[in-house]
């Protein structure tokens, strides 16, 4: 396949081996008048367009003329798989000015997971889909995906298992993280290190000889898992070869970033209330921070992870949904304009936040996350003519064409088409 044409071809080329930082997050390595050359499901060629197609000939050319040409957004913090929904929340605290906070937040999370031990695997399976669909048709090429909704050995292998078939059957890519730790369960409530060691000896170990998760994450916070339970939980992680990521300081400041950076950890995530010193000694351990700004527009508590501190403490920075019950949004491009409006990112850094440093919150960046020659053809083409759009232009879907792994897999003008004939056919 050939995409030809491209108003502005984002490639994020460059020296990829390490997530961005400062201002190397605003150098998108842009090609105007840009073109690629699939082969396999890989990139082959990335330049002007008459220099790729004098040597690359094909009969699948992809028009991008006008248009935008990104690689496919990296969703690196989702709850992907759960049953049932929450919309009264949104309700009592629109009605009652109930707000989600450490009191509530437990019951909230019991009402999913009850959902979620009743509900079968198919059922999952089939609900999830069309959440990965709805994420595929906004760009999403590959998403992380956390367990945390079963909290019990047999319902969290449930949930992971699900994620594997998941990623077996859909286009979009799946990243399983386990979050056994997520919530303690009603039937631990007076007994919450019994339920940690649950996590570390029975789950953890079982997780990891399924090797049904990349990924280890815990819900640091006040009335969920201490410091000291956290650490706990993602050492014994560690030992069983899953990478530590954590939920830090989204409801105080308790100290989960610095937990993140003396763990070791790929990411700390949400960090509404983390401190300076937290940030630098993220910095120092090219921790990144995954913000979750759609989440902070839920939660309707008006606080915003201070991304400019984070930016100019040299701290990774990466861009993600937070899909959940709690915050139920499919669409990246829609957490971009929420973090150039609350946040005050600019486009550039938005994009990188979404694309090759969401890649390292992943440990894909050698894979995906820019357009480059040997890397997955997973690629976007937007409607829009210039990467500045992205943020500008929101609520609507700006997707003309999704290619994952090569194949055209989500074409918007094609449906176009159908709505004219339509038209046609009424005249
Ligand atoms: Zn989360």
Avoid at 133 to 149: C, I, P, R, V
Avoid at 222 to 228: E, K, S
Avoid at 297 to 317: D, K, Q, T, W
Wanted: hydrophobic share 40%; proline share 4%.
């Amino acid at each position: 396949m050939l995409i030809v044409n491209a108003n502005e071809m984002v490639t994020l080329a460059g020296d990829n081996r390490k997530p961005r930082i400062g201002k190397q997050m605003l150098e998108l390595g842009i090609v105007h008048n840009g073109s690629l050359a699939i082969k396999d499901g890989r990139i082959v060629a990335v330049g002007k367009t008459p220099e790729t197609t004098k040597i690359y000939k094909s009969e699948n050319v992809v028009s991008a003329n006008g248009k935008t040409v990104l690689p496919g957004f990296i969703d690196s913090h989702t709850h992907l798989v759960f049953a049932g929904s929450r919309e009264e929340e949104l309700q009592m605290r629109i009605e009652e000015g109930v707000p989600y906070e450490v009191s509530s937040r437990g019951e909230s999370v019991m009402k999913t997971v009850k959902e979620t031990r009743r509900a079968s695997a198919e059922k999952l399976v089939e609900k999830a889909t069309e959440t990965l669909n709805s994420m595929l048709e906004h760009g999403t090429t590959t998403a992380e995906a956390k367990s945390g909704y079963g909290l019990t050995t047999k319902d969290e292998l449930k949930i992971l298992d699900v994620v594997q078939r998941l990623n077996q059957m859909h286009p979009v890519d799946l990243v399983p993280t386990f979050l056994g730790a997520n919530a303690v369960p009603p039937e631990f409530v007076n007994k919450p290190e019994d339920f940690v060691n649950l996590v570390i000896n029975e789950m953890i170990p079982k997780v990891a000889e399924k090797e049904h998760a990349e990924f280890c994450d815990v819900y640091c916070e006040r009335g969920a898992f201490n410091l000291d339970q956290s650490r706990r939980v993602l050492v014994a992680g560690k030992g069983s070869d899953l990478k530590p990521k954590v939920h830090a300081d989204e409801m105080s400041l308790l100290g989960g970033t610095e937990l993140a950076a003396s763990v070791g950890a790929v990411s700390a995530d949400q960090m509404l209330f983390s401190s300076e010193d937290g940030m630098k000694a993220m910095a120092q351990k090219g921790v990144i921070a995954t913000l979750l700004p759609a989440s902070s527009f839920s939660l309707m508590n008006g606080r915003y992870a201070n991304a400019r501190e984070i930016i100019n403490l040299g701290v990774p920075l990466a861009l993600a949904t937070d899909f959940s019950p709690n915050c139920w949004v499919e669409s990246l491009q829609l957490v971009i304009a929420f973090a150039c409006h609350f946040m005050k990112l600019n486009a550039a850094e938005a994009i990188t936040a979404t694309t090759i440093n969401a890649a390292h919150a992943l440990s894909r960046a050698s894979e995906i996350g820019s357009l480059e020659v040997s890397k997955k053809a997973d690629v976007l083409v937007l409607n829009v003519p210039n990467h500045r759009f992205l943020g500008y232009r929101y609520g609507v879907n700006l997707i003309d064409k999704v290619i994952k792994n090569g194949r055209l897999v989500v074409d918007k003008e094609s449906a176009k088409d159908e709505y004219q004939l339509i038209g046609e056919q009424e005249t």
